[in-house]
């Protein structure tokens, strides 16, 4: 089967790979290029666990193949810490807040969180509700990654956070 | 789940894609934002043996308001349209409407063409263009045709485009300031079809509706154009027997399968409840009887908690 060459930019670094038409992005990332922070949840479009950053959108990785990509800018969660290990303000508000238990919807979340806080960066409850309905947590309740998201617009707005220790 | 091989093709411009679309005819398939024909293909329920990828076509995409008159592209995204505030306010239906439909993800990449071309019955847009007596423009390399909404769905995934054809933009005329207007939708969860939904146009003079649109969403193989509901309210002055009888007249026309969503009874049902909620709804943001209803917008807020925002 004949390959096609892709050229993208992922996390900030050129990337260059020969793949079949039909293969998905989700698998492109993980499989080929090691990335394997997106994760394959439901592969029908619903559950967003696959949620990656491209070109200024959040896309569900699972429903988009690799040539699409071609010529984009992609961001995943293995691009989202400081190259120091700092971690983004997302990530420290799922820790404080303890926004996940098991884990597996957590780089879905926060890469459309922090697509959604570039859109809304100073969302209500209702907003971060509906600004991730897209993906689904089976263990948490929303509660606390609601939560999460919050205390990450504040940081990120540099709001003094009264909460921060609970 | 892999989807069989096929070649993937991006064309630079409409014409190429008319060009690539002639030539591979039947085996090939427009890619537009993927998101129904992707997940199908996964399952093999569509093997097409080309994709020609029309999505980052600058000139399929945007929306040009003159006066009244609105024209699409047919490669707008949902998101897109959400996130027009010139549209929303020449006609704020579509933002309403396009907000219920999947999920964030899913609208920055479904598109307006996809949604009402593919033929899916669950989709909501050929119902809103129905109600809006929109018009599509099809292209292909032998010229161009234009077909209204209302008789452009034959059935399941059955359309007046054929072969080679391409659909590139939607045309309609905005109704005029301070009309009423309400797209209302029940489903299970974010992300669903329509169990039943409805879209109404409403226009008010002098405490009487001078013209009625109404359409409904899945309650048949292809969007419904509710003529006889329609007539039935304009002219009236929404007493309660008058929606009472547009109610009746648009579930007489739902003929709904019975699935996941319901039973025939219940989604026939649920079309009418669509329709009554929507025409108070309508009635209530019409201008012409401002002050006399309450803002449901408001309403719906205050009724709040959990289910007030959650209900689609």
């Known amino acids: 089967m004949a390959k096609r060459l892709i050229s993208l930019t992922v996390n900030g670094s050129k990337v260059e790979r020969e793949v079949e038409d039909r293969r998905l992005l989700i698998h492109f990332l993980r499989e080929d290029l090691r990335l394997t922070g997106a994760h394959v949840g439901c592969e029908t479009s619903h559950c967003g666990a696959c ?42 508000g799922f820790r404080m807040q303890h926004g996940l238990q098991c884990g ?26 509906m600004g991730i309905s897209g993906n689904l947590c089976r263990c948490t309740g929303y509660q606390n990654i609601v939560k999460a998201i919050r205390y990450a617009a504040d940081k990120i707005n540099q709001i003094p956070m009264k909460e921060a220790a609970e | ?19 690539m679309l002639g030539q591979v005819l039947g085996d090939g398939r427009i890619l537009a934002g993927g998101h129904s024909l ?15 990828d029309i999505s980052r076509i600058g000139e399929l995409k945007g929306i040009a308001i003159r006066g009244s008159d609105i024209e699409i592209g047919a490669m707008t995204t949902q998101h897109e349209l959400i996130a027009s505030d010139s549209l929303a306010e020449a006609c704020p239906i579509i933002r309403e409407a396009a907000k219920l439909i999947a999920d964030p993800q899913v609208r920055y ?86 169990t039943a939904a409805a879209a109404v146009i409403l226009q008010m003079a002098d405490g009487k509706v001078s013209q009625a649109s109404i359409a409904l969403t899945n309650v048949a193989d292809t969007p419904l154009y509710a003529k006889d509901a329609s007539d039935r309210i304009a002219g ?22 019975a699935d996941s969503r319901g039973s025939v009874e219940y989604r026939t049902k649920m079309a009418g409840v669509m329709v009554r909620r929507a025409l108070m709804e309508a009635a209530g943001r019409s201008s ?6 309450v803002s449901p917008d408001k309403k719906e807020h205050k009724a709040g908690g959990l289910f007030g925002w959650l209900k689609g």
């Open chain 1, 51 to 92: 949620t990656v950053d491209m070109d200024g959108k959040s896309v569900k990785s699972c429903t988009v193949f690799a040539v699409q990509a071609d010529g984009s800018n992609i961001r995943t969660i293995e691009g989202m810490a400081q190259a120091d290990g700092s971690l983004h303000p997302l990530q420290e």
């Open chain 1, 104 to 129: 597996f919807c957590t780089p879905g979340m926060i890469m459309r969180s922090y697509r959604f806080l570039q859109e809304n960066p100073n969302p209500t409850e209702e907003e971060i509700r």
């Open chain 2, 1 to 19: 789940m892999i989807p069989a091989r096929f070649d993937y093709h991006r064309p630079q411009s409409k014409r190429q894609a008319l060009e």
């Open chain 2, 38 to 52: 992707i997940p199908m293909m996964k399952l093999r329920i569509a093997a097409p043996a080309h994709l020609i």
């Open chain 2, 109 to 194: 990449c479904g598109t307006l063409g996809g949604n009402i071309g593919n033929g899916d019955p669950g989709n909501d847009m050929p119902g809103l263009m129905q109600c809006l007596n929109a018009t599509y423009v099809l292209e292909s390399m032998k010229g161009v045709r234009v077909v209204p909404a209302r008789s452009f769905y034959a059935g399941a995934y059955s359309t007046a485009l054929k072969d080679g054809e391409l659909l590139t933009k939607v045309r309609f005329t905005a109704p005029p300031k301070g009309h009423g207007y309400a797209y209302k939708k029940l489903k299970r969860k974010v992300g669903d079809y329509a």
């Open chain 2, 236 to 257: 009236t002055s929404l007493q309660s027997a008058d929606i009472d009888a547009a109610v009746a007249a648009a579930e007489a026309i739902a003929r709904p399968a």
């Open chain 2, 288 to 293: 012409a009887t401002a002050g006399q209803s």
